[in-house]
């Protein structure tokens, strides 16, 4: 596994700005710390710009398997750009690595689920007397909580379209679920310790 992009060549220029050695040395730990096995990255350019208010960080990464990832961000500040941008190359980079691994696994036969609905009547719900209507589910689902690390559980999370993953954490011993959030990012849900 690729810990470290290890003498990487990284070309940081700039557009209506003059790059200091601190904007340098700040792109170059930014690339460099990216912890990714795949795709694997050849070269990097770094592309900053200033128009006005507006402080742009372009990153081209180019990739083995002639994978080309291009990212650009717009904020006030420079260093929040150069940031943003490596928080979508990682996301871009774990969709690639979440390719390759879904086009080795082995489809299962018979892979649709038939799933039970309940729906309510129409009568029962425009009824204008006050009678108690009992609330229900409209899909039932049997789910098998497997064992995982954290680390496995996002990349179950990342193979399925489910918004979350339950799973028995290795680490912890305990239950614990895995979502991800609005940003982009992941949550972990774990139960309070009573003890």
């Given amino acids: 596994m690729q810990k470290h992009n290890v003498n990487l060549p990284i070309v940081v220029t700039g557009r209506h700005v003059e790059i200091t050695e601190a904007i340098r040395d700040y792109a170059h730990k930014k690339i460099e710390g990216l912890h990714l096995d795949y795709p694997r990255i050849i070269e990097a350019k770094v592309i900053l710009d200033v128009q006005g ?90 789910y098998k909580v497997r064992p995982l690390y954290a680390d496995e559980a996002i990349m179950d999370l990342e193979l399925s379209d489910r918004p979350f993953v339950v799973f028995h954490d290795q680490k912890t011993d305990r239950l614990a679920i895995l979502y991800r959030r609005k940003d982009g990012d992941y949550g972990l849900i774990e139960p309070e310790d009573r003890n």
């Fill in 53 to 142: 208010h507006r402080q742009i960080a372009e990153i081209i990464l180019f990739c083995a398997d002639h994978i080309v990832i291009e990212v650009k961000s717009t904020t006030e500040d420079i260093y929040a750009s150069i940031d943003e941008s490596i928080a979508k190359i990682a996301r871009r980079m774990r969709k690639y690595k979440t390719r390759l691994l879904k086009s080795h696994r082995p489809r299962k036969e018979g892979s649709i689920r038939h799933i039970e609905e309940k729906v309510f009547h129409a009568e029962v719900l425009h009824t204008t007397e006050e009678e108690h209507v009992d609330p229900s589910y409209v899909h039932h689902e049997k």
